[in-house]
């Protein structure tokens, strides 16, 4: 079993639609967790952290739970210019400021005008 | 530079042939990581410097692939007798919003 899971897509959805994508990841221990975002050919980019509070970065909301193991991203009102792949990350880290990260396979997401 | 980069961009070598991609990491940063992606995969840990101490390969697929930091500052990673299943992209990182734009490598 991969240690971070995600449905690949693709999520073929109109502008304007609301999109959720979700991830699973296997170890109780993984310590904190971002969703990133990657263009083709590009490298990936931090999109946010997420936090069992949940947090929201404009159109953006990211949700953690931990005792499911579970992490979500929506997205409201998509634009064209979010198609890409998302990138589900889980932190296995050293502790302190280093960051052993752990992706899953990515989401392509294509939004159609 | 303001980031980290990576070079070359781009590589193509021979099966069997041995090849170095090498990373620029922002100065000061202490820790550096390399992943493999292949084609429509998420990045995959090979291995992580902190300094010139190389703290975990556990991530390096064979003993073909080797990694240094000498310095504590730039690093290379070799791969020995490249294979087709090495054809991927090679990305180095100093952090969670510090990655290099990535060597593409295809092996022939």
Request: some cysteine.
């Amino acid at each position: 079993r991969k240690e971070v899971e995600q449905d690949p897509g693709p999520f073929n959805v109109p502008e304007g639609a609301t999109v959720a994508f979700n991830c699973t990841y296997s170890n109780s221990a993984s310590q904190s967790f971002f969703w990133y975002r990657q263009d083709c050919r590009k490298e990936p980019k931090l999109l946010m952290s997420v936090y069992s509070s949940g947090n929201e970065d404009g159109r953006f909301t990211a949700q953690l739970n931990r005792a499911s193991q579970y992490i979500s991203l929506l997205i409201r009102d998509s634009k064209l210019s979010d198609s890409a792949t998302y990138l589900c990350v889980v932190n296995m880290g050293y502790g302190g400021a280093t960051n052993k990260l752990i992706f899953g396979t990515g989401t392509l997401l294509a939004v159609q005008p | 530079g303001a980031g980290v980069s990576q070079s070359p961009r781009y590589k193509v070598a021979k099966r069997g042939q041995d090849v170095a991609l090498r990373c620029d990491p922002i100065s000061g940063h202490v820790s550096l990581f390399w992943y493999q992606q292949a084609l429509g995969q998420g990045p995959e840990f090979l291995t992580y410097f902190q300094n010139e101490a190389q703290l975990d390969k556990s991530g390096l697929p064979s003993d073909r692939f080797f990694a240094e930091r000498p310095e504590g500052s730039v690093s290379t990673l070799k791969i020995q007798r490249t294979q087709q299943e090495d054809s991927a992209v090679y990305l180095c990182a100093t952090g969670p919003s510090y990655f290099g734009p990535g060597t593409r490598l295809t092996v022939t």
